[in-house]
């Protein structure tokens, strides 16, 4: 990526999630000439959240590496502002390419939207209706000052309408992250992974983030006891995020034979390990999407979803540490059975048809 000509994009990335979401937009957007700068914030900065990701999913190097690092959400974001804005004084760009609902993503388009740079939120509308999360105050502040919204999937269109989004800046363009999903599926091997960490079929996989269930001692401490009730049945395996070790730890999570904690995997490791399991444990915004087209049972343990598509048109389903074990027992005893449909335009070609629209604009913009 060349930063030297006048005419630029800027995409900002910065968390795990943002990469899968980015690759396929950076690399239509190749085919189309513009010229691309990639921003990495460094939110995420472990090798196994940030750079594997880089490795594998063919993504150029970053031009700019922020190098914010963790904090607050005020002092992440406000390091994020104040080093983009001196960027894009210096160099102004045509659009704002931002991502998902992470902090960088917020406060970049902040930034953007007061220099009168124009703002694209790919992944727009999605909703939680839970303002308690970090994540959904990120999207609804994201969606109100971008210019261009493209959603991926119909219920992201009507909230965006009922927020008072014009039509004429949404886009149902579909799911960049599933088009990384459907491009790599040939390299995704279950009996590779399953050999690496010596597991034996059947086993069940575990990711655990949110502030919501791993912060509160109290709160991680009952996650904890229901993954051990999962762990009863059938071996749990956990690629644990940093966020939660200290908390899980000090809950005893490792204290069951049936339980084995590793390090974040790489996004193919990662893959292969979901593909071959009876089924998974999660708070993740990614996996309940990816289990969706994987066909592989979801139990998401939140009260909510801002991916309902992923309980009409997939596998997912919402569940307590209570609730949990129940419907694990009908997964495991063959209970749970799903239509085979996925979700509208979720077809691989949803980085294309967001390039398509980006192109279209610059165009516009320069005449
Ligand atoms: C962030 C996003 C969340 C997303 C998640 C994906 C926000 C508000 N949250 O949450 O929406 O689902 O990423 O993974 O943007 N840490 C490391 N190494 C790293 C990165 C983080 O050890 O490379 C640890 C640090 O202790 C840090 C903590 O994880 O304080 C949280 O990181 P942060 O980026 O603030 O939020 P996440 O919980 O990762
Ligand atoms: N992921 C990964 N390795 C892991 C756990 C997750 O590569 O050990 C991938 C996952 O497949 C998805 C992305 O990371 O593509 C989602 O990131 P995360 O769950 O951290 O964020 P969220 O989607 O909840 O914002």
């Given at each position: 990526?060349s930063?030297?000509a006048?005419?630029?994009v800027?995409?900002?990335?910065?968390?795990?999630?943002n990469?899968?979401?980015?690759?396929?937009v950076?690399?239509a957007?190749?085919?189309?000439?513009?010229?691309?700068v990639?921003v990495?914030?460094g939110q995420?900065?472990?090798?196994?959240?940030?750079e594997?990701?880089?490795?594998?999913?063919?993504?150029?190097?970053?031009?700019?590496?922020?190098?914010?690092?963790?904090?607050?959400?005020?002092h992440?974001?406000?390091?994020?502002?104040?080093?983009?804005e001196?960027?894009?004084?210096a160099?102004?760009?045509?659009?704002?390419?931002?991502?998902g609902?992470?902090n960088s993503?917020?406060?970049a388009?902040?930034?953007?939207?007061?220099?009168h740079i124009?703002?694209?939120?790919?992944?727009?509308?999605?909703?939680?209706?839970d303002r308690?999360m970090?994540?959904?105050?990120?999207r609804?502040?994201?969606?109100?000052?971008?210019?261009?919204?493209?959603t991926?999937?119909?219920?992201?269109?009507?909230?965006?309408?009922?927020?008072?989004v014009?039509?004429?800046?949404?886009?149902?363009?579909?799911?960049?992250?599933?088009?990384?999903?459907l491009?790599?599926l040939?390299?995704?091997d279950?009996?590779?992974?399953?050999?690496?960490?010596?597991?034996?079929?059947?086993?069940?996989?575990?990711?655990?983030h949110?502030?919501?269930n791993?912060?509160d001692?109290?709160?991680?401490?009952?996650?904890?006891?229901?993954?051990?009730?999962?762990?009863?049945?059938?071996?749990?395996?956990?690629?644990?995020?940093?966020?939660?070790?200290?908390?899980?730890?000090a809950?005893?999570?490792?204290?069951?034979?049936?339980?084995?904690?590793?390090e974040?995997?790489g996004?193919?490791?990662?893959?292969?390990?979901v593909?071959?399991?009876?089924?998974?444990?999660?708070?993740?915004?990614?996996?309940q999407?990816?289990t969706?087209?994987?066909?592989?049972?979801?139990?998401?343990?939140r009260?909510n979803?801002?991916?309902p598509?992923?309980?009409?048109?997939?596998?997912n389903e919402?569940?307590?540490e209570q609730?949990?074990?129940?419907?694990?027992?009908?997964?495991?005893n063959?209970?749970?059975?799903?239509?085979?449909?996925?979700?509208?335009?979720?077809?691989?070609?949803?980085?294309?048809?967001?390039?398509?629209?980006?192109?279209r604009?610059?165009?516009?913009?320069?005449?």
């Amino acid at each position: 990526m060349s930063p030297t000509a006048s005419h630029h994009v800027v995409h900002v990335t910065g968390a795990r999630p943002n990469f899968p979401k980015a690759a396929p937009v950076i690399r239509a957007l190749s085919s189309h000439g513009i010229r691309q700068v990639l921003v990495h914030t460094g939110q995420h900065y472990d090798p196994v959240m940030s750079e594997v990701f880089f490795q594998q999913l063919g993504l150029p190097e970053p031009d700019v590496n922020l190098g914010v690092g963790s904090g607050s959400h005020a002092h992440q974001t406000a390091k994020v502002m104040t080093a983009l804005e001196d960027m894009f004084i210096a160099d102004p760009p045509q659009l704002v390419v931002v991502y998902g609902d992470v902090n960088s993503t917020v406060a970049a388009s902040l930034v953007a939207a007061k220099l009168h740079i124009p703002v694209a939120h790919v992944e727009a509308g999605l909703r939680s209706f839970d303002r308690t999360m970090p994540e959904e105050v990120n999207r609804v502040v994201t969606d109100s000052l971008a210019d261009l919204l493209f959603t991926t999937s119909p219920d992201a269109n009507v909230h965006l309408g009922s927020e008072g989004v014009g039509a004429d800046k949404i886009h149902f363009v579909g799911n960049p992250m599933i088009d990384t999903l459907l491009s790599n599926l040939e390299i995704f091997d279950a009996d590779a992974i399953k050999a690496d960490l010596g597991l034996v079929e059947p086993y069940l996989v575990a990711t655990l983030h949110r502030p919501a269930n791993v912060d509160d001692p109290v709160q991680a401490a009952a996650v904890v006891a229901a993954l051990h009730q999962a762990a009863d049945r059938r071996h749990v395996v956990i690629p644990l995020h940093p966020r939660g070790r200290a908390s899980f730890e000090a809950a005893g999570l490792m204290d069951h034979a049936s339980i084995t904690v590793i390090e974040p995997l790489g996004y193919v490791e990662f893959i292969g390990l979901v593909r071959g399991s009876a089924g998974v444990i999660t708070d993740s915004g990614g996996v309940q999407e990816e289990t969706t087209m994987l066909g592989v049972p979801c139990l998401t343990l939140r009260p909510n979803t801002e991916r309902p598509v992923t309980i009409t048109h997939g596998t997912n389903e919402l569940v307590t540490e209570q609730t949990l074990v129940t419907h694990l027992d009908a997964i495991i005893n063959g209970r749970r059975t799903f239509d085979d449909v996925t979700p509208p335009l979720w077809d691989g070609h949803a980085g294309e048809r967001i390039a398509v629209v980006i192109a279209r604009f610059l165009e516009d913009a320069r005449s």
